[in-house]
């Protein structure tokens, strides 16, 4: 399935002032912070990493799901649905977890 082109444009909008690369990759657009996948559009929402130990809090919000990959479920990643990301200020709040905790971690460039 393609990514949602409009919501990658929705993504760049809301995006912190950090250098942030982009990537196709998940049958999405990733966008990396320091090599780390932050977040991703896809056709279906949100890819985006979080800290692990926020997750369960974070599972709790309507339209969150932990992300699942060859039939295991990942800690620490999460997709959102389209409703879930509707709202502009929602999206925000999504990308801020995703990159923030990208930004935490090591460098990979």
Do not use: Q
Not at 62 to 83: C, F, H, I, K, Y
Not at 87 to 92: G, H, P, Y
Request: net charge negative.
């Amino acid at each position: 399935m393609a990514y949602d082109e409009e919501l990658a444009e929705r993504v760049r909008g809301v995006l912190p002032p950090v250098p942030v690369r982009e990537r196709r990759m998940f049958g999405g657009l990733a966008f990396l912070v320091g090599g780390h996948l932050a977040v991703a559009a896809s056709g279906e929402g949100l890819m985006l990493r979080c800290d692990p130990a926020d997750a369960e809090r974070l599972l709790a919000e309507p339209g969150v799901s932990r992300m699942v990959m060859r039939g295991r479920e990942l800690d620490g990643w999460l997709r959102t649905t389209a409703e879930a990301v509707a709202d502009d200020a929602a999206l925000a709040r999504w990308v801020e977890v995703g990159t923030t905790y990208a930004g935490s971690l090591p460098p990979k460039d």
